[in-house]
């Protein structure tokens, strides 16, 4: 319970996209999405009920609130009684305690609301660790929390401690400052013997120290926001993109601190455009952290909530949590490869369109998830968020059906609206004879080993053998050839299959994969990449006209 001895919750919010989501007490609640895309004002829209604003509402339609405990005479007339003699809240009068209690009891946050509610946009924060004035604290409340630090030494601790390890120096707390509060930054203090914090030469030591505002805007901001999430004391806060001015390492901190030590029945809603910042939200695993993503056409804004279990699937793989495809939930479009080469590629191929065309650049994110096997996890969770996504695989996809059905589900498709025309692919292959047999590969792999050098294998070999293993298989010559290879009833599926996928967002390579655009480059993987984005004009040469065009289709131009 704060201070005040009652609390205002944000219970629920119908947004106007007709979604209602429901909150808990201590939810932190992140708002992500493209930019313009409606963030920042569902903070604003969310403060208009607390703030008695008469600003219309844009995002939120509708909210709901749980009114818990009941305000304290004593604080209102320590804190709010008028010279008058009358109860006054910043320019609004209540007239008695008892008119109070009855808005409080009609639940009206038109005057009570701003007792519960602290917003934080960007500017405040920057001062919001500015020194303040000292009270009587044996007959005052504190009313800022740098007054209700100057009385908690853990507090005081715990909010150094935080500040050391984002920028390797203290934030230390000035008791003996006279009327002021004040912090300073630098290297600890000594407390001789017989010194105390407040023994004038250990003040003296002290205020040699520059003070918070005296520091840049990444330590002010980073320190404003704690300030306020350890000290504050009431129940709603309203952060607007906390990793303003902060190196990515601070703001992942800054996400992970917020995770841990909001206090229980206190809400946060933040808007953030950080994968840092959301990451180290995450990483924490508190399942009192929800994501919900903006994604606005035209007036409506419509909101896609991650669940916990959603966030937990994404963040149980490793691969996944060290890559950047969170970033996807902050652009338009995610295009998901299976390799970090494919990214490259297809990012220089429409980078090449943009510039040639003199189109406005896409919002889109290239990224990778590591193989066939993790793409179906990452375009579930993705559209969970309503991102666009576009998935481009390797026609081999095709050749495992398990793969391929779960990818296909994944996207929205069903296997079975396929499945009849997939055997008719997996029949085909199975009667073609493979360019090399078992024999064959042995005689092969064993000149290879033969050929080595080395006492250990080089990658240089192991590439070699996995040529060769590649070449057992029919859908080694169809990755060479792509879907030219098919022929008959077989061309017939695979076209329909191929229209059904892309109706879904995904996008077969049609040359087979992705050397076989450039084949006049022998190389595979990275140095193939290398060499075509070194030497070759991506935009103008004619054998890269098919890549071209393939990209244009997968950003829907």
């Given at each position: 319970?704060s201070?005040?001895?009652a609390?205002?919750?944000?219970?629920?919010?119908?947004?106007n996209?007709?979604t209602?989501?429901?909150f808990?007490?201590s939810d932190?609640?992140?708002f992500t999405g493209?930019?313009n895309?409606?963030?920042s004002?569902?903070?604003?829209d969310?403060?208009?009920?607390?703030?008695?604003s008469?600003?219309r509402?844009?995002?939120t339609?509708s909210?709901?609130?749980?009114?818990?405990?009941e305000?304290t005479?004593?604080?209102l007339?320590?804190?709010?009684?008028g010279y008058?003699g009358?109860?006054?809240?910043g320019?609004?009068?209540?007239?008695?305690?008892?008119?109070?209690?009855?808005?409080w009891?009609r639940q009206?946050?038109?005057?009570?609301?701003?007792l519960?509610?602290?917003?934080l946009?960007?500017?405040?924060?920057l001062?919001?660790?500015?020194a303040v004035?000292?009270?009587?604290?044996t007959k005052?409340?504190?009313?800022?929390?740098?007054?209700?630090?100057?009385?908690d030494?853990e507090?005081t601790?715990?909010?150094d401690?935080?500040?050391?390890?984002a920028f390797?120096?203290?934030?230390?707390?000035?008791k003996?400052a006279?009327?002021?509060?004040t912090?300073h930054?630098?290297n600890?203090?000594?407390?001789?013997?017989?010194?105390?914090?407040?023994?004038?030469e250990?003040?003296?030591?002290?205020?040699?120290?520059p003070?918070?505002e005296?520091?840049?805007?990444?330590m002010r901001?980073?320190?404003g926001?704690?300030?306020?999430?350890i000290?504050?004391?009431?129940?709603?806060t309203?952060?607007?993109?906390p990793?303003?001015?902060?190196h990515?390492?601070?703001?992942?901190l800054?996400?992970?601190?917020l995770?841990?030590?909001?206090?229980?029945n206190?809400q946060?809603?933040?808007?953030?455009?950080?994968?840092?910042f959301?990451?180290?939200l995450?990483t924490t695993g508190?399942?009192?952290?929800r994501?919900?993503r903006?994604?606005?056409?035209?007036?409506?804004n419509?909101?896609?909530?991650?669940?916990n279990e959603g966030?937990?699937t994404?963040?149980?793989?490793p691969i996944?949590?060290?890559s950047?495809?969170?970033?996807?939930?902050f652009h338009s479009?995610?295009?998901?490869c299976?390799a970090d080469?494919?990214?490259?590629?297809?990012?220089?191929v429409v980078?090449?369109?943009v510039e040639?065309?003199?189109r406005?650049?896409?919002?889109i994110l290239?990224t990778?998830?590591?193989?066939k096997?993790?793409l179906?996890?990452?375009?579930?969770?993705?559209k969970?968020?309503?991102?666009?996504?576009?998935?481009?695989v390797?026609?081999?996809?095709?050749?495992?059906?398990?793969t391929?059905?779960?990818?296909?589900?994944?996207a929205?498709g069903?296997f079975?609206?396929?499945?009849?025309?997939?055997n008719?692919?997996?029949?085909?292959?199975?009667?073609?004879?493979?360019?090399l047999?078992t024999?064959?590969v042995k005689?092969?792999i064993?000149?290879?080993?033969?050929q080595e050098?080395?006492?250990?294998?080089?990658?240089?070999t192991?590439?070699?053998i996995?040529?060769?293993l590649?070449?057992s298989?029919a859908?080694?010559?169809i990755?060479?050839?792509?879907?030219?290879f098919?022929?008959?009833?077989?061309?017939?599926?695979?076209?329909?299959?191929?229209?059904?996928?892309?109706q879904?967002?995904?996008?077969?390579?049609p040359v087979g994969e992705?050397?076989?655009?450039?084949?006049?480059?022998?190389?595979?993987?990275v140095?193939?990449?290398?060499?075509?984005?070194?030497?070759v004009?991506?935009?103008?040469?004619?054998?890269?006209?098919?890549a071209?065009n393939?990209?244009l289709?997968?950003?829907g131009?």
């Amino acid at each position: 319970m704060s201070a005040i001895g009652a609390d205002v919750f944000v219970r629920s919010i119908t947004f106007n996209d007709n979604t209602n989501i429901q909150f808990g007490h201590s939810d932190i609640v992140v708002f992500t999405g493209p930019n313009n895309s409606g963030k920042s004002q569902v903070l604003k829209d969310i403060a208009r009920r607390y703030m008695n604003s008469y600003t219309r509402e844009i995002v939120t339609k509708s909210q709901g609130h749980d009114f818990v405990g009941e305000p304290t005479k004593e604080y209102l007339k320590e804190v709010s009684k008028g010279y008058d003699g009358d109860y006054k809240l910043g320019t609004h009068c209540y007239g008695t305690y008892q008119n109070a209690i009855d808005m409080w009891k009609r639940q009206d946050l038109s005057v009570l609301g701003s007792l519960f509610l602290t917003v934080l946009p960007t500017e405040s924060r920057l001062t919001s660790s500015n020194a303040v004035n000292s009270i009587d604290f044996t007959k005052d409340k504190p009313s800022n929390p740098l007054q209700v630090l100057y009385m908690d030494d853990e507090k005081t601790k715990e909010l150094d401690g935080f500040f050391y390890n984002a920028f390797s120096v203290h934030l230390i707390l000035n008791k003996g400052a006279g009327s002021k509060i004040t912090l300073h930054v630098g290297n600890e203090v000594e407390i001789k013997e017989g010194e105390d914090r407040v023994s004038s030469e250990y003040l003296k030591r002290l205020v040699k120290l520059p003070l918070i505002e005296q520091q840049g805007d990444g330590m002010r901001s980073f320190s404003g926001v704690l300030l306020n999430i350890i000290a504050g004391n009431k129940s709603v806060t309203l952060l607007d993109e906390p990793e303003a001015f902060l190196h990515p390492p601070q703001a992942r901190l800054l996400g992970e601190i917020l995770a841990k030590h909001t206090h229980q029945n206190r809400q946060l809603f933040i808007s953030t455009h950080s994968e840092d910042f959301l990451k180290g939200l995450l990483t924490t695993g508190k399942e009192n952290v929800r994501v919900v993503r903006i994604n606005r056409e035209g007036d409506i804004n419509h909101m896609s909530l991650l669940d916990n279990e959603g966030v937990r699937t994404l963040w149980k793989d490793p691969i996944l949590r060290f890559s950047n495809i969170l970033s996807g939930l902050f652009h338009s479009k995610v295009v998901i490869c299976e390799a970090d080469t494919d990214c490259r590629f297809y990012q220089s191929v429409v980078d090449s369109i943009v510039e040639k065309e003199a189109r406005v650049s896409p919002d889109i994110l290239f990224t990778h998830c590591g193989g066939k096997d993790r793409l179906k996890t990452v375009v579930s969770s993705l559209k969970t968020l309503n991102v666009k996504v576009a998935t481009i695989v390797d026609i081999d996809v095709l050749n495992n059906k398990k793969t391929f059905s779960e990818l296909l589900e994944s996207a929205g498709g069903l296997f079975g609206d396929v499945e009849s025309e997939w055997n008719t692919i997996d029949d085909y292959v199975k009667h073609q004879r493979p360019q090399l047999n078992t024999e064959d590969v042995k005689k092969e792999i064993e000149t290879i080993l033969a050929q080595e050098t080395q006492t250990t294998l080089t990658l240089d070999t192991a590439d070699k053998i996995k040529k060769q293993l590649r070449l057992s298989s029919a859908w080694s010559k169809i990755k060479e050839v792509g879907y030219k290879f098919f022929t008959g009833g077989a061309y017939n599926a695979y076209l329909a299959i191929d229209d059904y996928c892309r109706q879904k967002g995904i996008f077969i390579v049609p040359v087979g994969e992705l050397e076989f655009f450039y084949r006049k480059n022998s190389h595979h993987g990275v140095k193939w990449v290398t060499e075509v984005l070194e030497s070759v004009n991506i935009g103008e040469d004619k054998e890269l006209e098919d890549a071209r065009n393939f990209m244009l289709e997968v950003l829907g131009y």
